[in-house]
């Protein structure tokens, strides 16, 4: 998706280079300070020299980019070499993790052992829970201790096969989102990136959160996929925005993160339109306002639909749930600038360090578009994320430490799709569907001199190009065109010649003589 660049654009932009270059030399500094180096130029050296790298990649990649003159792969093999390319990934994604399997089931730690004793069959009840997306993956679990039986790997084969699913459904979002190159980087950071590998291989329910909020992200796809090409609201659009609704109020109602998507379709207002100019200036022009009621009326019938299923299966009133809902969701304080600085710590921050510096790649990036961009939208996504977990909205069942690590990577793939952006090289548009052009008055042939050969001129030499079979013979006007005759010049004469000696008209007069009457 392409949105229109303006002034609001620039504001988020230096939001972003803000953001970003605090967090990277916050980790840097508080990370460096942890080996031991206290000297202030040394931790400035250190911290800024990182920097020329990420300059210096940039320069390459875009010199590479420059020297692209190969000409594009029919869509038919782009689209079976794509096929593969997510196959492999997504083979070798589970390859890695099935080969740590075992190592993770040693090395489980008090909470594995707590969701496998909660969900084991035992013939005991779901243990119930404050939190909705908790007791959700606990009735998961058990489902699959029904089928497989009490086996503590069973969780963790469940939790690779939620997160394989999971990449593949975040990436077909995020290709109608963002675009193919976009996507794929995205799915090599999912399937291969040691973040994602130790969650996949944790019980937790931030996983099959992550699944779920991947199928509205690709509902929202949808939306603007549709929105991109059509001239006003229809019905497939309004459908797909109320279902975007639907979907955030359920994730809402099972934690409040979900409330952060809605985040993504306040930018509809500023997509660009991939439809004629006509279209534009004649086609009914649908209210933000309207895009807005549509969205609210899917999210309040999503969250209310299951409140009321969570007050008749407990018994209670709906005040109550409400109540317990907001009280567990509510916001618990905020971080401070320290805690914030070192809330990660070890393998994690320098995965972290690493990720901070491939987005450094999206700031000059921005420039590369002069009308529109792709990137600021999913800046305000990771904003918003960020902003959950610094006023500890976040519980101890649900972190969101592992979403707010999908938005940085999402943040990273717009910037990766601009980054390879080429001018001469654009994804051609999806069809628009037209008015039926004017009937075109039909035009009066002139009879022109029969030619049978075609001549064509090619600087000093005349070759002819005879009729192949099949071919009707083309009658072509002369060449040179017949001019008029040239226009000659009339002259004044006389029938006869005078002979020289008869040429005297002069009479001799006397100088007396005056003419005078007698």
Wanted: charged share 15%.
């Amino acid at each position: 998706m392409a949105f229109v660049k303006n002034k609001f654009s620039y504001v988020l932009w230096a939001c972003y280079i803000v953001l970003i270059g605090f967090a990277y030399f916050g980790l840097t500094v508080s990370g460096l300070q942890s080996l031991s180096i206290t000297d202030k130029s040394a931790l400035i050296c250190i911290s800024c020299l990182p920097l020329f790298l990420v300059a210096g990649l940039f320069a390459l990649i875009r010199w590479c980019v420059g020297r692209y003159t190969a000409a594009r792969p029919p869509v038919q093999a782009s689209a079976a070499f794509e096929a593969i390319a997510v196959g492999v990934l997504l083979v070798t994604g589970v390859v890695i993790r099935a080969l740590m399997l075992n190592a993770a089931a040693a090395l489980a730690v008090y909470r594995d052992i707590c969701y496998f004793e909660g969900a084991k069959v035992t013939g005991q009840a779901i243990p119930l829970t404050a939190q909705s997306m908790e007791y959700f993956y606990y009735c998961l679990l058990r489902g699959v201790f029904y089928v497989v039986g009490n086996h503590f790997t069973a969780g963790f084969i469940l939790q690779i096969v939620l997160q394989t699913i999971s990449s593949l459904i975040w990436y077909f979002a995020l290709k109608k989102l963002i675009g193919r190159i976009g996507a794929f980087f995205f799915l090599i950071t999912a399937t291969v990136f040691p973040f994602f590998v130790n969650a996949g291989l944790q019980y937790s329910p931030e996983v099959l959160y992550a699944l779920l909020y991947g199928l509205v992200l690709l509902l929202i796809g949808f939306y603007y996929e549709k929105e991109r090409e059509s001239a006003s609201l229809k019905w497939q659009n309004a459908l797909l925005l109320f279902a975007s609704g639907l979907g955030i109020g359920f994730l809402t109602y099972l934690d409040a993160i979900g409330l952060s998507l809605i985040s993504l379709l306040v930018f509809v207002k500023f997509l660009k339109k991939n439809r004629p100019d006509w279209l534009d200036e004649n086609g009914e022009k649908e209210s933000f306002a309207l895009h807005v009621l549509l969205l609210a009326l899917g999210y309040f019938a999503g969250k209310g639909l299951f409140m009321m299923i969570d007050v008749w299966q407990n018994h209670s009133s709906l005040q109550r749930i409400m109540g317990a809902w907001v009280e567990t969701f509510g916001p618990k304080g905020s971080m401070s600038l320290y805690e914030l600085s070192t809330s990660v710590t070890g393998k994690d921050a320098l995965w972290v360090i690493i990720v901070l510096l491939l987005l450094m790649l999206g700031i000059p990036s921005f420039f590369l578009k002069k009308e529109s961009e792709n990137q600021l939208i999913w800046v305000v996504f990771a904003a918003v994320i960020a902003l959950f977990c610094f006023f500890k909205v976040e519980t101890p069942a649900m972190g969101y430490g592992y979403l707010l690590f999908h938005a940085l990577v999402v943040l990273l793939a717009a910037g990766m799709q601009n980054l390879f952006y080429m001018p001469g090289v654009e994804q051609a548009p999806a069809p628009v569907k037209t008015q039926a052009p004017a009937p075109v008055k039909p035009q009066i042939s002139v009879p022109v001199k029969k030619q049978t050969p075609d001549r064509v001129s090619n600087g000093s030499t005349d070759r002819y190009r005879q009729p192949e079979n099949g071919e009707k013979e083309i009658k072509y006007i002369e060449n040179p065109l017949p001019l008029p005759k040239k226009h000659e010049k009339k002259s004044m004469g006389y029938k006869f010649e005078v002979p020289p000696e008869k040429m005297k008209y002069d009479i001799q007069v006397s100088d007396a003589d005056d003419f005078d009457l007698k």
